[in-house]
């Protein structure tokens, strides 16, 4: 009797998540608490989608979205002027989103919030995630140190800062990545920012930073890595 060998099939590589494009920013000034945020025009079934929330209130909960339920990410919540900022990330979208809108509700309803959702390929989850605030005068603005475990992440760097129409630099090279600002930053009733940065190998990212247009008392990062 013959007995032939068991196929194996070659495990294929893992594509590196890349960032896509981005929704239209949207802010909640009418003091009604709710406030919607668009879907990129175009979402593509399997699509990774981040929202990025900056709110002078001290929480912001996302209502049920097409597409599934968001998973939290890291959060800085700061009892300050500038109250805090929240990343949220739906790891599959359907792909029927693309049009229409996310409703965001804040519980403090007397107070400013905005909010902007980002589109990635290849994406499945996070990790590596952090945080950091920046009290204080000042423009210099560092960015969160992350350590990737597994190659073929993106590193990403969500910049907030109090005030309105404050340009916001470029991190460029930390020695271990090199990040590039993916959109223009959004203005609003705070500045909003994202960066990314293209991980092949595990490593500790360490450094770097952005410079401000100008002084700003309040600056609040959020970080990590899209899993593949």
Not at 60 to 75: H, K, Q, R
Not at 80 to 103: I, R
Request: neutral net charge; hydrophobic residues 45%; charged residues 10%.
């Amino acid at each position: 009797m013959l007995i032939r060998p068991a196929f194996r099939r070659r495990a294929s590589a893992l594509v590196m998540p890349s960032y896509l494009d981005s929704g239209a920013g949207a802010v909640e000034a009418g003091g009604d608490g709710t406030f919607n945020v668009p879907f990129p025009a175009t979402v593509a079934p399997g699509n990774f989608m981040v929202l990025h929330v900056v709110a002078q209130s001290t929480s912001v909960l996302p209502s049920p979205a097409p597409g599934g339920s968001w998973a939290a990410g890291p959060t800085n919540n700061q009892a300050a002027v500038f109250a805090g900022a929240w990343a949220f990330y739906l790891p599959s979208a359907l792909g029927t989103e693309g049009g229409t809108n996310l409703s965001l509700v804040c519980t403090d309803a007397d107070n400013f919030a905005q909010a902007r959702i980002h589109r990635f390929s290849h994406g499945s989850g996070i990790e590596a995630s952090g945080s950091a605030v920046t009290g204080g005068s000042g423009t210099a603005v560092n960015a969160v140190d992350l350590t990737t475990l597994g190659p073929n992440r993106l590193a990403l760097q969500l910049f907030s800062c109090s005030g309105a129409s404050i340009a916001m630099g470029d991190i460029g090279s930390t020695g271990e990545v090199t990040y590039a600002e993916a959109v223009a930053e959004y203005f609003g009733s705070f500045n909003q920012q994202l960066q990314t940065a293209q991980v092949a190998n595990a490593v500790a990212i360490t450094g770097g930073g952005i410079t401000l247009g100008s002084a700003r008392t309040t600056k609040i990062r959020l970080a990590f890595a899209i899993t593949p």
